[in-house]
């Protein structure tokens, strides 16, 4: 049976980008990627990884040109203080719904936070 092995998060700057989508997702930036991110040396085309290849894993991948926003996006959840979190590392609010908030990140691709608490009940599924 087929299963998601990982995400790609085509971007402008992976530098901006990498800390944000490792705090979002909860997926430390990989340790061989730590010391690039540090001193600005990823190559022009290098791509992040937040995760380990052996499990779930994200890549922050640097495109010169972006697709329109809004084909395939995520849904992140937390617990209190994460959505304050989000906002504070350069989320912005796009629209609040009854059960998630619609969120950008600093590039405008859109995702949805979803609190802890709203799995809990039959939530429809954003």
């Not at 912005?92 to 405008?108: F, I, Q």
Request: proline residues 9%.
């Amino acid at each position: 049976m087929p299963r998601i092995q990982s995400v790609v998060i085509h971007c402008h700057d992976p530098y901006l980008l990498a800390p944000f989508w490792s705090l979002a997702t909860g997926l430390p930036v990989h340790p061989d990627d730590v010391k690039a991110l540090a001193s600005h040396s990823l190559d022009e085309d290098e791509s992040v990884l937040l995760g380990a290849r052996d499990g779930f894993h994200v890549w922050i991948t640097p495109a010169a040109e972006l697709k329109p926003v809004g084909r395939i996006h995520l849904d992140v959840t937390g617990e209190d203080g994460a959505l304050r979190s989000l906002l504070k590392a350069g989320a912005s609010v796009v629209r609040e719904l009854p059960h998630w908030t619609v969120l950008s990140d600093p590039e405008g691709n859109e995702f949805c936070f979803v609190p802890a608490v709203a799995h809990s009940g039959n939530a429809s599924v954003p």
